[in-house]
Nanobody
Framework: VQLQASGGGLVQAGGSLRLSCAASGRTFNAVGWFRQAPGKEREFVAALRRRSPFITYADSVKGRFTISGDNAKNTVYLQMNSLKPEDTAVYYC????????????????????WGQGTLVTVSS
């Protein structure tokens, strides 16, 4: 599976961006979005599971970010609204080889395939 993340950029606080994660090579079972700010560990943002559908978010983005999928395009989106400076990070999409249980969706180790990352910068 190859994942291509795109859509990052520079935005003012309160603004919006939509990230895309296009998967090729196989149909994805699930896709997770993670982010890594300078000097910090990579952290979970949101995940979508397609079979036995389920969506989950990190508490820090609930109510502001929305993850969705387009099965025909094998693409997952992350709509980010009301962005804050603390959302500044490189955002990565990732996909597991299997169909993970719900509790595994936020875990880094669940994911076998990773995109290259896209930088989101939120200015104050």
């Amino acid at each position: 599976v190859q994942l291509q993340a795109s859509g990052g950029g520079l935005v003012q606080a309160g603004g919006s961006l939509r990230l895309s994660c296009a998967a090729s090579g196989r149909t994805f079972n699930a896709v997770g979005w993670f982010r890594q700010a300078p000097g910090k560990e990579r952290e979970f943002v949101a995940a979508l599971r397609r079979r036995s559908p389920f969506i989950t978010y990190a508490d820090s983005v609930k109510g502001r970010f929305t993850i969705s999928g387009d099965n025909a395009k094998n693409t997952v989106y992350l709509q980010m609204n009301s962005l804050k400076p603390e959302d500044t990070a490189v955002y990565y999409c990732a996909s597991p080889s299997g169909n993970p249980i719900v509790s595994a969706l936020p875990q880094l180790a669940t994911y076998d395939y990773w995109g290259q990352g896209t930088l989101v910068t939120v200015s104050s």
